[in-house]
């Protein structure tokens, strides 16, 4: 092959630059005769077209699998928790507090610690949206039986249970071995109704979890597949959500002293459909 130049450049910490290293591997596969596919991607390892930049676990999120495309917000927990309403007051059902004091930012993982007396935190991501798709990557440790961690859609009007709300992702079980979905829903624009149903998971380990809420079906994945499914329109929210990252406190549920719980989010990403 003529026209071949001396490689000069060099990318960050001595690496060679991709051109470089795809110009290299073209000319070592022709002189063993073989066939070699390039994949052609961003400097932030995402393929064109793909469901954006690549993250932990990304292989297994249900955006990179079904091809959700680009998402319209991405929280990493890398940074400064701007966009986010840490709650300060009464804790879920007006038992315990909520203090931003409980969430804390490391390493790009979000922590959430709810401590013997029932002081916990939530957060919400502002402004929601009609529809669309959300997906966060988390786990949590084995909990004292009265902490819930939770990921869900809360209205952007604050009236429940009148618009409803979608708790896609709700560990209830103290062992942390099986999670739940509950779409909360009322006729009357009074009444807390609900339909429920649950997946066996170890949800000690990173999963990714997600939800998709179109006009004719909600839909809930766990690392990509699904599952959990309704057509029933007559439960879905009627206005724009945003997500909320929760870990509550159901006094109720405790067994003698309350143990320190906590649950630990990676991302959340929210794309449109």
């Not at 022709?30 to 932030?44: K, N, S």
């Not at 840490?86 to 993982?109: C, F, M």
């Not at 999670?179 to 066996?200: A, E, L, N, P, R």
């Not at 029933?232 to 549920?253: A, K």
Request: without cysteine; proline residues 7%; aromatic residues 10%.
């Amino acid at each position: 092959m003529s026209g071949l130049h001396q490689v000069r450049n060099r990318g960050p910490k001595g690496r060679l630059p991709r051109s470089a290293i795809v110009l290299i591997a073209w000319v070592a596969a022709l002189a063993v005769g073989a066939t070699l596919v390039i994949v052609l991607t961003r400097g932030d390892g995402s393929v064109p077209g793909d469901a954006g930049p690549r993250s932990e676990g990304s292989d297994t999120s249900a955006a990179q699998m079904l091809g959700w495309g680009q998402p319209n917000r991405v929280e990493d927990f890398n940074d400064q928790l701007t966009g986010w309403e840490l709650y300060d007051g009464p804790g879920h059902n007006k038992n315990g507090l909520r203090k931003p004091g409980a969430i804390k930012t490391s390493d790009g993982v979000l922590t959430i610690t709810g401590d013997g007396e029932g002081s916990t935190g939530g957060m919400s991501w502002g402004e929601g949206q009609k529809y669309g798709r959300w997906e966060g990557r988390v786990r949590a440790p084995a909990s004292d039986p009265s902490y819930n961690a939770l990921l869900l859609l809360w209205p952007d009007t604050e009236e429940w249970p009148r618009d409803g709300e979608i708790d896609f992702m709700e560990m209830t079980d103290p062992a942390r071995q099986s999670t739940d979905i509950f779409i909360h829903y009322s006729k009357d624009g009074t009444t807390d109704s609900q339909v429920h149903s649950k997946v066996d998971i170890d949800g000690t380990q990173w999963h990714n979890w997600a939800v998709e809420w179109t006009p004719e079906h909600i839909v809930a994945y766990v690392d990509g597949k699904k599952w959990y499914r309704t057509t029933d329109t007559s439960v879905f929210p009627p206005g724009p959500m945003h997500l909320t990252i929760q870990l509550d406190w159901f006094p109720e549920n405790r067994k003698g002293d309350v143990k320190t719980s906590t649950m630990e989010v990676d991302w959340v990403k929210q794309y449109p459909i």
